[in-house]
């Protein structure tokens, strides 16, 4: 009976506590950078490379949706890909990647926003690899004109040649709560 009545508790608790208005994004800003991955590189490390001065269009973006920066409340990860640009090449090869927003003066400063990590880089063919949104909020990075990012990948298999890639990144824009 007792632990009938916690099970019930528990239910409603987790139902009332998820409760919560449907937020609707504003409108998505989208971000992208090209990124050339020299062939050579082990697998026995993280390789990083920072992508200064990737702009955000920020300033048009919300121009072109009828706001200013004081309408944006917050602004989450959607979307993010890996692509092959003309090799057409199948990168079974890649074991993980991230995307990281880094401030150029201090790259200890990094906030992630995309990863995919081996579970969930199948083998096989393919030439593009969708990544996992975290959670944070990237208000700060992305109403700014350009920002800075990282890539780091990590590879299962040598790369044959030279990779030319592009990494496109779906923001949400929400308005304040």
Request: aromatic fraction near 12%; include cysteine.
């Given at each position: 009976?007792?632990?009938?009545?916690?099970?019930f508790l528990l239910l409603i608790v987790l139902v009332c506590g998820s409760c919560k208005?449907?937020?609707?994004?504003?409108?998505?800003?989208?971000?992208?950078?090209?990124?050339?991955?020299?062939?050579?590189?082990?697998?026995?490390?993280?390789?990083?490379?920072?992508?200064?001065?990737?702009?955000?269009?920020?300033?048009?973006?919300?121009?072109?949706?009828?706001?200013?920066?004081?309408?944006?409340?917050?602004?989450?990860?959607?979307?993010?890909?890996?692509?092959?640009?003309?090799?057409?090449?199948?990168?079974?090869?890649?074991?993980?990647?991230?995307?990281?927003?880094?401030?150029?003066?201090?790259?200890?400063?990094?906030?992630?926003?995309?990863?995919?990590?081996?579970?969930?880089?199948?083998?096989?063919?393919?030439?593009?690899?969708?990544?996992?949104?975290?959670?944070?909020?990237?208000?700060?990075?992305?109403?700014?004109?350009?920002?800075?990012?990282?890539?780091?990948?990590?590879?299962?298999?040598?790369?044959?040649?030279?990779?030319?890639?592009?990494?496109?990144?779906?923001?949400?824009?929400?308005?304040?709560?």
């Amino acid at each position: 009976m007792k632990i009938r009545g916690l099970t019930f508790l528990l239910l409603i608790v987790l139902v009332c506590g998820s409760c919560k208005k449907n937020n609707a994004p504003l409108f998505q800003m989208e971000l992208f950078f090209e990124l050339d991955i020299p062939a050579g590189l082990n697998t026995l490390e993280t390789h990083y490379f920072i992508i200064p001065d990737v702009a955000t269009f920020a300033e048009a973006q919300l121009t072109g949706n009828g706001m200013s920066p004081e309408d944006v409340g917050y602004i989450n990860g959607l979307t993010a890909s890996l692509e092959t640009r003309f090799s057409g090449l199948d990168l079974d090869f890649i074991e993980n990647i991230g995307v990281h927003f880094v401030d150029g003066n201090n790259l200890d400063d990094r906030r992630e926003a995309f990863y995919i990590f081996n579970d969930f880089v199948d083998f096989g063919s393919k030439t593009d690899i969708a990544m996992i949104p975290t959670l944070l909020d990237f208000k700060d990075q992305l109403l700014e004109e350009t920002v800075d990012l990282e890539f780091s990948i990590n590879l299962r298999g040598f790369l044959p040649s030279q990779l030319d890639t592009r990494v496109v990144m779906t923001f949400d824009v929400y308005a304040p709560e």
